[in-house]
């Protein structure tokens, strides 16, 4: 369903002490938002936050998962361990497990189709490189990525999943996309679910380098519904001030 959502990316940062504080700075600054807020923390921080953010608006996610039901996979998380202590998200498909743990198109949509099964949302992510976008690639590159990721979902799997542009070049390096070309891929993308589905009911946010200061610009673009934030989304009141930009 189409709706404002604003996901925080963690990554490998926050003990859960540190989760514990920033649900506890963070919950009243977002209280009164209209917007979906989700957290998705690393794997250590997942059980100590769903403790906290009780009785909160806030939702929390896992950052990564196997798609294989359980077995001999030394290191991996089963979509039923995060469901059993009642993980919400996981995202899918981040561009930095695709560049240093080796994802592709087809584990990404083992994965989304995991999650989905097991009553998991994904929030799955495509872009492109910085080579791909100097070369005229950005939309070939992006469609294909969403249709493989994307592929054998039922319209209800549909209806649980967000999708996350975000271009590889604009993650973590101050440079964002303008709101315009952001929004141009945006539509593309929605245009590629809506021909593989017929609908395009769907959440597609923007993500790269993401801060308090462009994120009212980027989320009131006509295709573009929130953000999956890394570097802003680790102090609470930066975050704050992105799930209230419409404030
Ligand atoms: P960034 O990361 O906001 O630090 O650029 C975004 C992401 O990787 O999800």
């Known amino acids: 369903m189409r709706r404002k959502v604003i996901a925080g990316n963690w990554k490998m940062n926050m003990l859960p002490n540190e989760a514990i504080d920033f649900v506890n700075a963070l919950a009243p600054l977002v209280k009164d938002s209209k ?3 989700i957290i998705c ?18 939702h929390v996610g896992a950052q990564n998962m196997h798609w294989k039901e359980n077995g001999a996979y030394t ?5 039923d361990m995060l469901k059993c202590i009642n993980v919400e998200y996981v995202i899918i498909g981040h561009s930095e497990r695709r560049q240093y743990f080796n994802e592709t198109d087809e584990t990404v949509n083992l994965k989304v189709k995991q999650s989905l099964a097991k009553g998991l949302k994904p929030i799955v992510c495509v872009g492109e490189s910085l080579e791909e976008k100097e070369a005229g690639k950005t939309i070939e590159v992006i469609t294909s990525q969403i249709s493989k990721a994307l592929d054998g979902l039922t319209l209800d799997d549909l209806s649980n999943t967000i999708v996350a542009y975000e271009p590889i070049w604009a ?28 609908t395009d009911d ?7 380098s993401v801060k308090a ?35």
Do not use: C, H, W
């Open 35 to 37: 917007n979906e807020v």
């Open 213 to 247: 200061e462009n994120a009212k610009e980027l989320f009131t673009m006509s295709d573009i519904d929130g953000g999956l934030v890394g570097g802003a989304s680790l102090k609470a009141d930066s975050f704050s001030k992105i799930v209230n930009f419409d404030k």
């Open 202 to 208: 769907i959440s597609i946010l923007y993500g790269g």
């Open 171 to 198: 993650i973590g390096t101050g440079k964002t996309a303008t709101a315009d070309d952001a929004n141009d891929s945006i539509k593309a993308i929605r245009n590629e679910i809506k021909s593989k589905f017929g």
């Open 41 to 58: 923390v690393p794997f250590t921080d997942l059980f100590y936050t769903l403790l906290t953010v009780q009785d909160t608006n806030i």
């Open 75 to 79: 290191g991996e998380v089963s979509a």
